[in-house]
């Protein structure tokens, strides 16, 4: 009876570490995820009409921002190049994933090389 008791503790206890660092390997790997595989998908699109680019936010296939214009800045300006609206949407993306507000100022604008 006295082994029984001994390899049911046993058992447990390796039972137990191994579902610690079971979790413990998840949320390092979840934490090292791309953005793309938490939920949040990031698309740059070409506009034809009025020319320009844009960029959209998915979180888990749903569409969660559309920026047509550039932010912050006065009248209906779009995007001049694929690059400018891709930091603009990387940005925002990072922003969103840490719960911080998204959104963009002047000085983002600045420090990332897109004249308001």
């Known amino acids: 009876m006295r082994n029984n008791i001994k390899h049911f503790i046993a058992f ?9 660092i079971g979790i413990l390997l998840e949320k390092n790997t979840l934490e090292n995820q ?6 949040y998908r990031l698309e740059v699109v070409k506009i034809e ?3 320009g680019w844009s960029y959209e936010i998915y979180y888990k296939g749903k ?3 559309r920026q047509e214009f550039v932010p912050a800045v006065q009248g209906r300006r779009r995007f001049s190049s694929e690059k400018e609206a ?8 990072e922003r969103l994933t840490r719960g911080e507000s998204p959104i963009v100022s ?6 990332n090389g897109i004249a308001e």
């Not at 447990?12 to 610690?20: G, Y």
């Not at 791309?34 to 939920?39: D, N, R, Y």
């Not at 891709?86 to 993306?93: I, N, S």
């Open 106 to 111: 002047i000085q983002d604008l600045k420090n």
């Open 63 to 65: 569409l969660q921002i």
């Open 49 to 51: 009409v009025n020319e």
């Open 34 to 39: 791309p953005l793309s595989s938490k939920g």
């Open 86 to 93: 891709r930091k603009m949407g990387e940005l925002v993306l």
């Open 12 to 20: 447990l206890t390796i039972a137990i570490v191994v579902v610690c």
